[in-house]
Structures are given as C-alpha cells and as structure tokens.
C-alpha cells in the first residue's frame, strides 16, 4: 500500500495531471456534460493505477470548479465513485472516498439518502468487509460537508455507532480507530447517543437476528456500551 501511494502522488504530480489543473477553470456544465460518459468509463473499467487516481482527482477538481453547477451529474458520478469502492487496490479505494466527499455537496437530496442507503447496505451485506471504504468515504463527506451528516443522522449515525464496535483484530484495527474517530467527531457525547437511541435499536434489532455470527457479536458489545453508557 506504501509503494501505491507514491505511485500515486507520482500520478497527481505528472505533467498531463498538471495540464488538467490548468484547463479544469475552462470547462463548463456543456463540456462535462460530452465527456462525462468516457469519465465514467474510466472510472469503472480502467485497470492503470494512474489512470484510476487521476480520474479520481478531476472528480474532486471539477466539483468544487462547477459546485452546484453539476448537481444534475452528481448522482452518476457517486455511482461509478462507488463502483470503484469495491476496487482491489486500497490506494485507489482512498482516493474515491475522497471524490465522493467533494461530490456529495453538489448532489441532490435524494442522490445523498440513496447514497447513505448503499452504504448501510454495503456494510452490513459484506458484514464489515468493505468496512474501511466506507469508513472513509463517511469522513471524507464529514470533513468537506459536515452539515449532511448533520442532516441525514437517523440514517448514519446508528451505521457509525455500531461499525466502532467491531471486533478489533491486526486486520482492522486501523479501521476501527477511524469508525470511532468518526463517531467523536459527529456525536457530542451520551446526549447523541439517547437521541438516536430509537433508529440504533432498530440496526440492533436487525443484526441480532442475522445469521452472521460476527454481527450478532458486535450487536451484544453494542447493547453493553449503551448499558453502560445510558
């Protein structure tokens, strides 16, 4: 994972990266519009580390250049980013955390709840596999569009508080350090945890009857913090 960083901070930093930074101020909502089908394909179907993280970098640059101006693209350019969250490469996976940080301010308020539905989803699907990807992709949006978490809370904060009790092993314990990062910095202490106790139950009541014995595991650490805590 190292040595896929600096190949792509190396990426970012070639000469055809700094061409895009210098044209990105030209384009408007018609240009993106005619080129946002070869974007998308990129993003889906490129296998070229680069290619992957430049891609994700115009995804940030163009975002913030055209802000509200692209919000009719938004929903597609989050569903190929979240394509690339299932990529093999953990660098890469990264970087299109990232891109659907800056997106999510442009996107519509039903391409954010149908975001925040894949996510509870994918998590809990791949009963934590995909836990880092979207660990990221959460703090990603908490730190360019705090207020959205804010917003749809019912709908992310149970996810957030019941993915920081995983079971911690060398596999994810860095994961898990981000879930609790994230939950410090969205919740404000035992008061967050009362108000969103009813929509947190409901996650519990769910995964207490799951099949997966590791969910039901986190369900029970989950029921003792609450004990514990309220």
């Known amino acids: 994972e190292m040595v896929d960083s600096i190949r792509a901070e190396a990426a970012k930093s070639h000469y055809t990266m700094e061409t895009l930074n210098k044209c990105i101020k030209y384009i408007d909502f018609n240009i993106l519009e005619k080129t946002t089908p070869a974007v998308l394909e990129l993003i ?122 995983e079971e911690v092993n060398e596999d994810n314990k860095s994961s898990v350090e981000l879930w609790l990062d994230l939950w410090n910095d969205v919740s404000f202490g035992d008061s967050m945890l009362q108000l969103y106790l009813d929509d947190i139950i409901i996650v519990l009541d769910s995964t207490l009857n799951s099949q997966s014995w590791l969910l039901k595991a986190q369900s029970g650490s989950s029921i003792a913090s609450i004990a514990k805590r309220l």
Do not use: W
């Open 44 to 165: 889906k179907s490129s296998v070229i580390l680069g290619t992957k993280v430049a891609a994700a970098q115009f995804v940030c640059l163009i975002s913030v250049h055209l802000s509200a101006d692209m919000t009719t693209l938004a929903g597609k350019y989050i569903s190929a980013c979240l394509v690339a969250l299932n990529d093999r490469n953990a660098v890469v996976r990264k970087y299109y955390a990232s891109a659907i940080g800056h997106l999510i301010g442009t996107a519509k308020e039903s391409t954010v709840t149908s975001l925040f539905k894949k996510l509870n989803t994918l998590y809990f699907e791949d009963q934590g596999g995909k836990s880092r990807s979207i660990v990221l992709t959460l703090t990603a949006i908490n730190k360019k569009h705090a207020d959205i978490i804010r917003d749809n809370a019912s709908s992310i904060l149970p996810l957030i508080f019941f993915a920081k009790h």
